[in-house]
């Protein structure tokens, strides 16, 4: 069964970059899609992007200016960057696999905070 | 963007009793390859969102046969047809037909009285 753990800082302040770590286990990240989704306190999701064939993304418009997605495969890990975060950044960030999300991580919350 | 809609956004359901959430996108979700995108996702409290229901009605590894989607072009819905006490929680519909972005849809919130 695949896993998906997310890992990285809980706190960032304003103006700098987050940054995650999704690392899984009983999959490789040479296969399938690789995404990321957030969801603010008590509101919906969004998506973020994806990651696939061990490079090729694709990005939420709205976030694309300020985001990265990259994958080591010789960790069976996929990586968030989004920079110059502001308090709306602050959200549960979750990993996940395929087209479908067929597959999630527990999440984590970044919180964004002077 | 296509722009996903549910309703209701909340419900209260009997044990024991049938639930339906509607889901309605801004186009359709028939794709040239034949399938239609749009999934249903549960959201246990606390919980990431796991996936019920892809391509508007296969059930996904492990989902009790309760839950069933049907639906076509624009207008989805999610059925569950005897609702438990497990059941609790934010259930979401999804558009991947046009990416990016896929698009989500605001949640209907479902308790159990």
């Known amino acids: 069964q695949v896993r998906l753990q997310e890992s990285g800082p809980g706190l960032v302040k304003p103006s700098e970059t987050l940054s995650l770590t999704c690392t899984v286990s009983g999959d490789s990240v040479s296969t399938f899609y690789w995404q990321w989704i957030r969801q603010p306190p008590g509101k919906g999701l969004e998506w973020i992007g994806y990651?696939?064939?061990?490079?090729?993304?694709n990005y939420n418009a709205s976030l694309k200016s300020r985001v990265t997605i990259s994958v080591d495969t010789s960790k069976d890990q996929f990586s968030l960057k989004l920079s110059s975060v502001t308090a709306a950044d602050t959200a549960v960030y979750y990993c996940?696999?395929?087209?479908?999300?067929?597959?999630w991580g527990q999440g984590t919350l970044v919180t964004v905070s002077s | 963007d296509i722009v996903m809609t549910q309703t209701p956004l909340s419900l209260s359901v009997t044990p024991g009793q049938p639930a339906s959430i509607s889901c309605k996108s801004s186009?359709?979700?028939?794709?040239?390859?034949?399938?239609?995108?749009l999934n249903w996702y549960l959201q246990k409290p606390g919980q990431p969102p796991q996936l019920l229901i892809y391509?508007?009605?296969n059930r996904f590894s492990g989902v009790p046969d309760r839950f069933s989607g049907s639906g076509s072009g624009t207008d989805f819905t999610l059925k569950i047809s005897r609702a438990e006490a497990e059941d609790v929680g934010v259930y979401y519909c999804?558009?991947?037909?046009?990416?990016?972005?896929?698009?989500f849809g605001p949640g209907t919130q479902v308790d159990i009285k």
């Open positions: 186009q359709s979700l028939l794709y040239s390859d034949g399938k239609t995108y």
């Open positions: 999804m558009q991947s037909k046009q990416l990016p972005p896929y698009t």
């Open positions: 990651i696939y064939n061990s490079g090729s993304t």
């Open positions: 996940a696999r395929g087209r479908g999300f067929e597959f």
């Open positions: 391509e508007v009605s």
